[in-house]
């Protein structure tokens, strides 16, 4: 009898042990309340709503009734602060939803400016198809395009050291 007691209690005492040196299960996540939004929630709204746009009446939206987005006027030839100005109004709508994306391509593929090849590049790796096709239309007219690199004068060739010659 006492060695069946004495192996009850040798099993409870390991029972015990395991218990209190066991790994606890991670909590659970429960879904945050809609009451008071999580900050990590808030900082991902804009890029949710990149992927679910809220419908756009058929009538407002330029692009399903053919119509071609408005377009900006382009700067004259010497104009560096229209230019400029044109370069941050692309950038800001590149910014923008999916329509301001493929707006501000169109509008750099109408100018044909060599400064708009960045925002051309950067519209070949958007989520858009249609964005990345018409990227990729545009930057089709500098393919091949070499730009001219001006041609500095030749480095003077300094003749090395006598003792050089001698490690070779």
Do not use: K
């Not at 249609?130 to 930057?139: F, G, R, S």
């Amino acid at each position: 009898m006492s060695g069946s007691l004495l192996a009850a209690v040798a099993a409870l005492f390991s029972l015990g042990l395991w218990l209190a040196t066991r790994r606890r299960p991670a909590p659970r996540l429960v879904a945050p309340s809609t009451a008071f939004p999580d900050p990590v929630e808030a900082l991902n709204r804009p890029q949710l709503a990149l992927l679910h746009p809220a419908p756009v009446p058929h009538q407002l939206h330029p692009l399903s009734i053919g119509q071609p987005a408005p377009l900006a006027p382009l700067p004259r030839a010497g104009d560096a602060r229209q230019r400029q100005l044109l370069l941050s109004r692309l950038g800001a709508l590149m910014a923008g939803d999916r329509s301001q994306r493929l707006a501000a391509i169109q509008q750099a593929h109408r100018w044909g400016e060599r400064a708009v090849l960045p925002l051309l590049r950067r519209g070949l790796r958007d989520v858009d198809p249609a964005v990345c096709a018409a990227a990729a239309q545009a930057i089709e007219r500098y393919r091949g395009r070499i730009e001219a690199v001006p041609v500095a004068a030749p480095i003077p060739q300094v003749p090395l050291p006598r003792n050089v010659a001698r490690t070779r």
